[in-house]
T-cell receptor, first 117, second 116 residues
């Protein structure tokens, strides 16, 4: 597609359930990023992929969070045993090259709004 | 650690007027990139304008321009001839050049309202 695609757009689930969020980056973009946006806050970096490997997972808030990327394309962010504090908008971005520059910025999807009851 | 501060949680402007959104950042790096992103209710983060720290000339994109003051570590966004479609949350973002420059650091945002 023309842009970064995320699904589902909205997800409501009960506390304790597992959820999977999907990101389909712009075709040809080798770098992929996940961010979390809590209510009234800026974006918080979660994880970065270059190809299928994740050299930086430092932003994942706990071991309940994991992510993978396959075929250098689609990525899935999984949250196990969800808690209410996991409620947020999860945004995915992709960029053309290994490093972000002014000519290769990050392009964002519309995000998934996750609500934990 | 790098930090980005947007001191104005909310701003409003009359249609066709000019508004300036503030952003300051803290870094020990000499080379880096700065961005302004717009987030309308659709949630998609849209890149508005970008600036390389090594360039003294302020970036301009149509009605959007920046005032980049490197010594003061300030990066304000000016929107001229404001339009109703400019209403959105605006985020200032920073990334270093080289090394771990895949990681954007964002401010908390400024909510811009455009009054008809």
């Amino acid at each position: 597609g023309a842009g970064v695609s995320q699904s589902p757009s909205n997800k409501v689930t009960e506390k304790g359930k597992d959820v999977e969020l999907r990101c389909d980056p712009i075709s040809g973009h080798t770098a992929l990023y996940w961010y979390r946006q809590s209510l009234g806050q800026g974006l918080e970096f979660l994880i970065y992929f270059q190809g299928n490997s994740a050299p930086d997972k430092s932003g994942l808030p706990s071991d309940r969070f994991s992510a993978e990327r396959t075929g250098g394309s689609v990525s899935t962010l999984t949250i196990q045993r969800t808690q209410q504090e996991d409620s947020a908008v999860y945004l995915c971005a992709s960029s053309l090259g290994r490093q972000v520059t002014s000519n290769q910025p990050q392009h964002f999807g519309d995000g998934t709004r996750l609500s934990i009851l | 650690a790098q930090t980005v501060t947007q001191s104005q949680p909310e701003m409003s402007v009359q249609e066709a007027e000019t508004v300036t959104l503030s952003c300051t950042y803290d870094t020990s790096e000499s080379d880096y990139y700065l961005f302004w992103y717009k987030q309308p209710p659709s949630r998609q983060m849209i890149l508005v304008i970008r600036q390389e720290a090594y360039k003294q000339q302020n970036a301009t994109e149509n009605r959007f321009s920046v005032n980049f003051q490197k010594a003061a570590k300030s990066f304000s966004l000016k929107i001229s001839d404001s339009q109703l479609g400019d209403a959105a949350m605006y985020f200032c973002a920073y990334t270093m050049s080289g090394g771990s420059n895949y990681k954007l650091t964002f401010g908390k945002g400024t909510l811009l309202t455009v009054n008809p």
